[in-house]
């Protein structure tokens, strides 16, 4: 099964995270299939960017999303109908 999830990046006491649709079974940080966004906790107001079109595809074909990264595309969706 395929999963959309986080891969943590960066340095200690500084993490940055790339947005992947990886292999449900690989560890963290393996290797992703695609990816499809970033998220850096360490900035204030939007600190995300996603594509929503390849989200939508992997959610399409059975891919199962982390609570943050739902979350995300959720924050990301909300962003876009505002915009």
């Given at each position: 099964?395929?999963?959309?999830?986080?891969?943590?990046?960066?340095?200690?006491?500084?993490?940055?995270?790339?947005?992947?649709?990886?292999?449900?079974?690989?560890?963290?940080?393996?290797?992703?299939?695609?990816?499809?966004?970033?998220?850096?906790?360490?900035?204030?107001g939007?600190?995300?960017?996603?594509?929503?079109?390849?989200?939508?595809?992997?959610?399409?074909?059975?891919?199962?999303?982390?609570?943050?990264?739902?979350?995300?595309?959720?924050?990301?969706?909300?962003?876009?109908?505002?915009?």
């Amino acid at each position: 099964m395929v999963a959309l999830r986080l891969s943590r990046q960066g340095t200690k006491d500084r993490p940055y995270y790339k947005i992947v649709a990886v292999d449900s079974r690989a560890r963290r940080d393996g290797r992703p299939i695609e990816q499809l966004g970033t998220y850096n906790p360490m900035v204030e107001g939007i600190n995300f960017s996603i594509d929503l079109e390849k989200a939508d595809q992997w959610l399409g074909n059975g891919a199962q999303p982390s609570d943050t990264v739902k979350s995300i595309i959720k924050k990301a969706r909300k962003a876009a109908l505002e915009a």
